[in-house]
């Protein structure tokens, strides 16, 4: 593993060679005076109850130069660890790396101002409002972040699902982002979607555990035509589609007598959605529809019966 890339090595190496002199000095005593002035009162500054010398700024400065290569060297292990995850898609091992960095650097800046014995509570008023100010500004960010999180622990929504909103939105995932997951509509839109929709309103993934789908397709028929011979036709018309299910068979319901008709209701599964729905629902219909005027089957128009009274 090395900590050191390109054109910046052998500069990084010269810094942490002075750096490992001036300990060496520093240890057999031949800084003490130059320590002692550096840190006097009259190189000393006080901000509230903090104060900072020129010793203890420069001292500050090595600590971080020291403690963000760990950092860095740390986040590249952690980068390099993630991407080899082949379970966890790139985008969602981007927001991984990006937490894990954040972590990283706040530990650090933690560890450095505790070693410096800087009370933290000095900036406790000044975090507080700044937090405020944050909280209302970024609230609806911060939620659409969350709820990109719990997408992707849950997996409840995927790219390449097929979902519907409650809005009415339908088509397929495209993207999921830290801030929005991006949809693609069926007529070529690409819509992008905060992720909080996801968490607090209702979401069909018609694609969540498998990918088979049920059609429907309801019928009126004449009183006069052959309801059994019509159900036939309608079955055997979904069965022979290539895309309908060879697990699943298709049934036929007589669901009501109707003012003027017989109502059949046809169900039919497809082992996968993707495949389209719509079009295959139309090639199913167009088949019911020659079967039935090769076979007497009439399909009326709705009638009326007026009686007038003179």
């Excluded at 300990?23 to 130059?34: A, E, F, P, Q």
Aim: hydrophobic letters at 45%.
């Amino acid at each position: 593993m090395v900590l050191f890339s390109g054109h910046s090595r052998a500069t990084w190496w010269c810094v942490y060679t002075i750096l490992i002199v001036c300990l060496i000095l520093i240890n057999l005593g031949y800084c003490d005076s130059i320590i002692k002035f550096l840190d006097s009162d009259l190189l000393t500054f006080r901000f509230a109850t903090v104060s900072f010398s020129i010793y203890k700024l420069i001292k500050s400065a090595v600590l971080l130069i020291v403690f963000f290569r760990i950092a860095r060297f740390l986040d590249e292990v952690a980068e390099r660890n993630i991407n080899k995850i082949s379970q966890i898609k790139t985008v969602n091992k981007a927001i991984l790396t990006k937490i894990f960095q954040l972590f990283i650097y706040f530990t650090i800046l933690i560890i450095v101002l505790d070693l410096h014995g800087i009370d933290l509570s000095a900036f406790a008023f000044l975090g507080g409002a700044v937090g405020i100010g944050v909280g209302f500004g970024l609230q609806k960010i911060t939620s659409n972040f969350l709820s990109g999180m719990i997408l992707l622990f849950e997996q409840s929504i995927k790219e390449g699902d097929l979902i519907e909103l409650g809005t009415g939105v339908s088509g397929l995932v495209k993207h999921t982002g830290a801030r929005y997951t991006l949809v693609e509509t069926f007529n070529g839109q690409e819509i992008m979607i905060p992720n909080d929709e996801f968490i607090t309103n209702r979401v069909t993934n018609w694609t969540y555990s498998n990918k088979r789908g049920r059609i429907e397709i309801k019928i009126g028929i004449s009183y006069d035509s052959d309801i059994e011979k019509a159900r036939e036709l309608m079955i055997l018309a979904a069965t022979e589609h290539k895309n309908s299910s060879k697990y699943i068979l298709p049934k036929c319901h007589l669901v009501e007598f109707a003012d003027s008709a017989i109502e059949l209701l046809l169900f039919f599964w497809l082992e996968n959605i993707m495949d389209g729905s719509t079009e295959t629902k139309s090639d199913v219909m167009r088949a019911i529809w020659r079967s039935f005027k090769k076979n007497n089957i009439i399909m009326p128009f709705p009638q009326y019966d007026i009686h007038i009274k003179k």
